[in-house]
């Protein structure tokens, strides 16, 4: 909105050469009308005849036949609205489908290439597929280089052959990036028109996300032709069951690591037990230097009651905020059931 603000305030050498384009397709128009008398005699027509026998009831329609002999000057009215049409409509149509096509070809080739060798699927596309729940942002969380070469050159590439201006191009760049973050938001929300403009949407995508359909689905962000021209389409029919059998093993983690989820610091990666027990047994040992036994016992018994109290309360368990308790407990899981919405329970898999 802004950038479109920005355009329409720009001064008149920005905005002020579309009349001009408008009279160059009028011009263009009145030429081809030239060629309409030999045209229509090869199909055995008398332009000038039929001219005359039309000028009086069809005027326009005869000085066109006659090959563009208006009785006066400048264009007709049918010229100018012809080429209006030509140029606010026909042209963009043109260039927007030409680009579609150019970068939905840019990406499908360098995508796969990306999934068929080893090396640039480990160095750059793997970071984009840490993402098995995918959601909207993360549709640009990729390798700076892939972010480079998939989705900058190509949409780049895409607006400089084509000839776009500057506000078509400011249109193009910002319908490819809400089309790939909606592809990748995680929802199939029926009233959403991108998911239905088009076969890939975000249900055609999220396949392409998960651990057994990653070798298909290899179109983006616009179109499935690719895939289907070179049969790396996803054919392994509903997918409903696979979800929900990938939601049942996502909480059996989620179960696992609650049950790991012990008090204290001991959930830290970074924790060297050994180290820590040498440390503690330093430290007593330094205590009963200095004081006896006594306050080592009292601490034991302290410990032990504070370990009781907390199994008791598993809401205290880790002493820290775990967003996936409370949300599992309130938010009830939609995935794999007969939804239009995808990976809804994100949080189960956190
Ligand atoms: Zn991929
Ligand atoms: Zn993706």
Known sequence: MAGYAMAYLDPPEMVGKEQYDIAVWARRIRIGETYLPRALALVGLNAPKLANQLYASYPTLASALAGGQYAFSGFALWETTLAKVIYHVGIPSIQFATAITIVDTWQYFLHRAMHMNKFL?????SRHHRLYVPYAYGALYNHPIEGFALDTLGTGLAYLVTGMSIRQGLVFFTCSTIKTVDDHCGYAFPWDPLQHITSNNAAYHDIHHQSWGIKTNFSQPFFTFWDRLLGTTWTGGDVSSRYERDRISAQ????ADKTKLEPSVTNSPAVDLAKAQEQAAQSQQSV?????????????R???EIKRNLRKSPRRRTGTFDPRSSLAASVPSLHG??????HADVHNTL
């Open 302 to 304: 302290e410990e032990q």
């Open 337 to 342: 059931r007969s939804t239009p919405i995808l």
């Open 288 to 300: 009963m230097d200095a004081h006896g036994p006594a306050p080592i016992v009292e601490e034991q």
């Open 252 to 255: 059996k983690k989620v179960d």
């Open 121 to 125: 699927y480990t160095w750059l596309h």
